[in-house]
């Protein structure tokens, strides 16, 4: 990364303090390249505007924000705080079996990912919040896609700034865990049944340009199956390889939940992995997505649609460049 750019981020981290401040809420960062704990808010459906803005502000600035001590928040809190981010999809394309507004999460989805990248029209963000919780493990991971291409070196560059993904929701949640035992793999049959009652396929650009802040991201994930410019062979190892950028430790920021946290994260710069060390043991965290773009490269060019139409499950955000991104 150049000084010039190292000068704009520390410009831009500065400006966004000011936002804080005069918002009356405090950004604690917890990472160098992701995460940050946000504090002098109580969620809920009254959340004054301008702290609503300067949420979406940190979130951009940050990827992951944390809020701790909102035990006061329930189903119906969450989705009117929700809604003062963006518009609420429904909880999932296919999904539709636990109720009309939230997505019940049981257990943990122990695979690197991106939100419903199988569509056309990518999540902007999530909003995840603690309802019962093992007493140990059980901690979710994020990771900047961000900070992973702005690290690649030239020649890696050049190869993924052209390159396309087709991304599908038949993901095998049920083979994907060797070691789930008997309930939690009839558990994953069940859910793997639902999930893919209706196919969905599309393509993405491997890099895509986030529409607030403009910086580019790897648009990648367990729901990627082929590089279709690439043959079979050359798909695996290449995509490992970016996956792996993407998840360097360096990257990544881990969060050991509590009862009245709540996680909200920039769904078009990171990808999530929920760390199932917690045995048999009960963990359940409810889920709000929020409507996003539908990405677009670095030529301008916007993903296709190969199967599967989502009009029902989300709008398409116009979205804004943030003040402090501005060109």
Known sequence: MTVTAIDNRADREEA????????GITVDKLGEHIGARISGVRLGG??????AEAIRLALAVNKVVVFTDQQHLDDDGQYAFAELLGEPTLPHPTVTSRGSQLLTIEGAANSWHTDVSFVDRVPKAS??????LPSWGGATTWASTVAAYEQLP???RALVDGLWAKHSNFYDYVTADPDAGDEETRRRVDHYREFTSAEYETLHPVVRVHPETGERSLLLGHFVKEFPALKPAEFGPLFQLLQNRI???ENTFRWNWSLGDVAIWDNRATQHYGIADFGGQKRELHRITLAGDVPVGIDGESSRIISGDASHYSGVEEARRLGVYAA
């Open 46 to 51: 009254d959340v004054p505007a301008e702290q």
């Open 247 to 249: 998840t360097r430790l």
């Open 154 to 156: 030239a020649p890696l």
């Open 16 to 23: 966004a303090k000011n936002v804080y401040s005069n918002a």
């Open 127 to 132: 909003i995840l919040r603690a309802v019962t």
